[in-house]
Nanobody, 123 residues
Framework: VQLVESGGGSVQAGDSLRLSCAAS????????MGWFRRAPGKEREFVAA????????YYADSVKGRFTISRDNAKNTVYLQMNTLKREDTAVYYC?????????????????WGQGTQVTVSS
């Protein structure tokens, strides 16, 4: 599967952005998807995940209430709506495909990754 992120950019603190991740392949609608990010000088960390139907969603505590993950299986696309952005949200954001059943928030459960899209938040 190929994953291509888009929608990153440079914004001011308090602004919003919506990231998109377009997936190729027939298995998109049957698997969970996730978003991770890597800030400068830090390890990649979990941001959000969504199961195949869109009913189950997990969020990192740092983004809960500000970010929303969603998906459109007809378009093979997963989204990350980011509101009230903070400087500490600055990072490269990656989407990833969850493997197998269930939904988890650790990297070892994700087997395909996009190239990433840069989000820069300035105050």
């Amino acid at each position: 599967v190929q994953l291509v992120e888009s929608g990153g950019g440079s914004v001011q603190a308090g602004d919003s952005l919506r990231l998109s991740c377009a997936a190729s392949g027939r298995t998109f609608s049957s698997l969970g998807m996730g978003w991770f990010r890597r800030a400068p000088g830090k390890e990649r960390e979990f941001v959000a995940a969504i199961n195949w139907s869109g009913i189950i969603k997990y969020y990192a505590d740092s983004v809960k209430g500000r970010f929303t993950i969603s998906r459109d299986n007809a378009k093979n696309t997963v989204y990350l709506q980011m509101n009230t952005l903070k400087r500490e949200d600055t990072a490269v954001y990656y989407c990833a495909r969850h493997q197998g059943l269930g939904l988890h928030n650790t990297e070892n459960y994700f087997d395909s990754w996009g190239q990433g899209t840069q989000v820069t938040v300035s105050s």
